[in-house]
């Protein structure tokens, strides 16, 4: 099973898109043990959306999706809502 997720930092007001195979360790990595790479300067994350897919091909074809300008005003619309 792989996931992409979306999540979001609501101290910097950013998003970030993934995929993996193992969410639970991916979180951690974003905002714990991770010592370098983009994210660990917006932390904490918080996690706004996932999707659960069969195969490592349709996650990525997904995380593609969503880093398009229609998937980043998805996931804009997500935060609004979330903000309420």
Do not use: C
């Not at 398009?68 to 903000?83: D, H, N, Q, Y």
């Amino acid at each position: 099973m792989y996931f992409v997720y979306v999540l979001y930092s609501p101290s910097y007001h950013k998003i970030y898109i993934g995929f993996t195979a193992d969410l639970e360790q991916r979180l951690k990595s974003h905002n714990e043990l991770g010592k370098k790479g983009w994210t660990i300067k917006f932390r904490p994350w918080d996690l706004l959306h996932t999707e659960a897919f069969e195969d490592k091909h349709s996650a990525m074809k997904r995380e593609k999706e969503l880093k398009t300008a229609k998937g980043r005003e998805f996931i804009w619309s997500l935060v609004e809502k979330l903000k309420g």
